[in-house]
């Protein structure tokens, strides 16, 4: 029954069905289901299908929106039981909206779906200072620092973060993403970022690809 348990969390995610995708996750619990399965042949695989839908505009922000509401009542369910199962995290992520900027829903979005896929995700919030990022990367030994702006007068933070990281000596631990409204591949590189990513689900791809190709 595991496999028709976690097929059918992952349809009703994909149709956004906000209290069927709850009790599936309930019902998979109770049927001793381990929550890091539920998670990778569950809602992993029900995500990837609503990022599908999103590239090719049969979904929308407010899709993506809505799939972030429901992944966050699941994720309220599994994590506390995920907690004793964290070595088998794909590696920890830290974002965050960098310095003079408050918007945060591309972000939650981020950590949402990072999350869901199997990353141990550590949210800053917005409005973070340079420094803020680089001690919680050295605190928590991060694999991946995410940074997002959507104001052009903010960008600039992305690379004083980088340089911070250089100067620490912690730079070449840790993957570098960068997006947000405003945000561009040429300025990713340009401040020596490792990825751009124009939204969540390319931003989950790219991490999942990052560490099959061991960059």
Known sequence: MDRESLKSIALKLEALDIQGTVEDVKRALNEKIAPFEVVQNGLSPGMDKIGEKYERKEYFLSELSLAAYI????????????KASRERSLGRFLVGTVKGDLHDIGKNLVSMMLT???FEVYDLGVDVPDEKFLQKAAEIKADFVGMSSLLTTTMPSMKSVIELLKNNGIREEVKIFVGGAVVTQSFADEIGADYYAKDAMECLRKARNSITKGK
Not at 71 to 82: N, T
Request: glycine share 20%; hydrophobic share 45%; no cysteine.
């Open 71 to 82: 992944m966050k009542g699941a994720m309220e369910l599994l994590g506390p039981r995920m």
């Open 116 to 118: 869901s896929a199997g």
